[in-house]
């Protein structure tokens, strides 16, 4: 059949649109509001299920209990607005996020709606905000280095493609910075970034002086800002990730920045806590800790592409063993800590390599490069054992044969270490000029 005898209709598209919608309506009506919770008599649906309510402005809502025969919701929206007889209606297939190439340079609210004034998405089709891990066992394996443009990383902490990793930081120590540099430098197909829980004021810093323009050419953002719904703010989440989803699933390299997994635990616990949750660690309910893994678990390696993913998480009083940082350390690939000490010595990036560890670097690193990047991180440590006495001047040259090869090499390793927000570095640069680094010791050893 020619283009011109073929039908007009798209039939993939109407299968879609029946398979998603059901044949039969069931509503309830809304009957209480109270806090951050509704009550409803019906629909009845399963827990987790999504409803919409009529309102003037549809709300959607999540179902989170039952009390009898009645459901207990919470809103993802504003609730100035609702009034007791209000049609509740099922969602059949969940909440609908937008998918597809006309999502790349926009940025999204907290449930896919566009929020940066340049009109309705195009190029996009609906799609069910869940989606199932991917099968551990149909995962690829992860054997080749992912490219941040950033020499502390590439060269001491390696990460590999589809690797997740966590970014441990106190307030106020370059979070931000880092990934925006990492938006801009690494080598991904696109960004697809989640910006929970955030400042409204730190939203257009980010996208204007850390990200750029030429970071957003290439990226999506999904912004729910402190003020929003705690809802909105654990659903920005998910809605993040199914994007990063659908463009790993078409085969692509996919880098997913999420800013910060604490705000969005701690969205998680206000509503845990409105729906009755017992406290339980540090006043954290036990479904902060289940949804964990339930988020984390979605990006990385897939069939074909690939998320590499970067997960904010801000420690309480720099203190690195906090539940959540605990928790979500156990779960990921690698974690990467940016110190207050170095901050305060305007060492940037402030990224601490001896605290900080990637799980795979052995993996994915050559055994010439493996072997630089293990010499550099042994006088590193080195160093640290001599630094009170070299400091106060106690030590003197030639009394140990390693302290004083740490010490030769200190400025330069450091210097190494240090890079400003716009310089970039590839991988055979980062491991040519650290090789250039140890070359005096090598040559000493050889001697």
């Not at 890079?419 to 050893?445: A, I, M, R």
Request: aromatic share 4%.
């Amino acid at each position: 059949m020619t283009d011109a005898q073929q039908s007009p209709w798209d039939f993939d598209r109407l299968l879609r649109l029946v398979r998603n919608r059901p044949l039969v309506h069931i509503e309830g009506k809304l009957t209480k509001t109270g806090g951050l919770l509704l009550v409803s008599d019906g629909p009845p649906v399963p827990l987790g299920e999504v409803c919409v309510i009529d309102a003037a402005t549809p709300l959607y809502a999540e179902v989170t209990g039952f009390r009898g025969d009645q459901l207990v919701l919470l809103p993802l929206g504003e609730t100035g607005h609702l009034q007791a007889g209000m049609r509740v209606r099922h969602v059949a297939g969940g909440l609908p996020v937008p998918l597809g190439e006309g999502l790349v340079g926009r940025v999204l609210d907290g449930l896919g709606r566009p929020i940066d004034g340049k009109g309705p998405l195009q190029g996009v089709q609906e799609g069910a905000v869940d989606h199932a891990v991917a099968d551990p066992l149909r995962r690829r394996m992860i054997d080749r280095p992912f490219v941040t443009g950033i020499r502390a990383i590439d060269g001491l902490l390696t990460l590999g493609e589809g690797q997740r990793v966590g970014v441990f930081a106190g307030s106020g120590v370059g979070k931000s910075t880092l990934l925006g540099m990492v938006a801009r430098n690494a080598l991904a197909d696109i960004n697809v970034i989640a910006l929970i829980g955030e400042r409204g004021r730190e939203v257009r810093e980010f996208l204007e002086d850390d990200l750029g323009a030429q970071g957003l050419a290439r990226s999506v953002v999904v912004v729910a800002t402190s003020d929003q719904p705690p809802m909105v703010r654990v659903k920005a989440a998910f809605v993040a990730t199914r994007i990063a989803e659908f463009f790993r699933d078409r085969g692509g390299q996919v880098l997913f920045l999420m800013d910060s997994v604490t705000r969005f635990c701690m969205a998680q616990r206000e509503a845990g806590l409105a729906i009755g949750e017992p406290p339980a660690t540090r006043g954290y309910p036990p479904s902060v800790f289940s949804r964990l893994p339930a988020l984390l678990e979605r990006t990385g390696a897939g069939e074909k592409g690939a998320i590499t993913a970067f997960y904010t998480v801000l420690v309480e009083g720099d203190d690195m063993n906090e539940p959540v940082a605990d928790a979500v350390r156990g779960i990921l690939d690698g974690h990467i800590v940016l110190s207050r000490e170095l901050a305060n010595r305007r060492h940037f990036p402030a990224i601490d390599v001896l605290q900080s560890v990637s799980r795979l670097r052995t993996r994915v690193l050559a055994a010439p490069e493996r072997q630089l990047s293990d010499a550099a991180l042994q006088l590193l440590a080195v160093y640290e054992e001599a630094r009170e006495m070299v400091e106060i001047g106690a030590y003197p040259l030639g009394s140990n044969r390693r302290w004083d090869e740490a010490i030769a090499v200190h400025e330069p390793l450091e210097a190494f270490l240090c890079q400003s927000p716009e310089e970039k570095s590839d991988l055979q640069g980062c491991f040519h000029t650290l090789q250039h680094v140890l070359s005096p010791l090598q040559k000493e050893k050889s001697a």
